[in-house]
């Protein structure tokens, strides 16, 4: 079962379920330390429980008619079992249906197995962001 969530604070168990799932993505290095944690402002689409989901998706609008896909999980025990897929179809219908015209999402999966995941679906990449540590500073 698949639900969208206008507003992923509105249902505490999801957002309890959404905080744990990204901290175990930044212990396992899947999200970088700069990776800013979701706020709870952003629109949800859930496979299973929302109080202990298969998998979820986290989007938002970007910008006018600009949707953008800002996390996606599934949990292990489910991969492998078009959760992802059937998350990204449902946020293209749903962006499709709310008039927006784009879905953008930024990934440092640039050859990998998510990146393949995301070309499959007709992303393509648009540009590189490259960064360096200064000096002192905390990368």
Not at 85 to 96: F, P, Q, S, V, Y
Not at 103 to 121: A, C, Q
Request: charged letters at 20%.
């Amino acid at each position: 079962m698949l639900t969208l969530i206008q507003r992923v604070s509105w249902n505490p168990a999801l957002k309890a379920a959404v905080d744990a799932a990204f901290a175990t993505g930044q212990a396992e290095g899947v999200f970088t330390r700069h990776r800013l944690p979701p706020t709870g402002d952003e629109q949800a689409a859930v496979v299973g429980d929302p109080a202990a989901p298969d998998g979820f998706a986290l989007f938002y609008e970007a910008r006018p008619r600009c949707l953008w896909l800002d996390l996606i999980w599934v949990s292990p025990t489910h991969r492998r079992q078009s959760i992802g897929g059937l998350m990204m179809t449902a946020i293209r219908e749903h962006a499709k249906a709310m008039g927006y015209e784009r879905i953008e999402l930024g990934t440092s999966d640039f050859d990998g197995e998510l990146s393949r995941f995301y070309r499959k679906r007709g992303f393509e990449p648009e540009h590189v962001v490259m960064a360096t540590a200064i000096a002192g500073g905390q990368g």
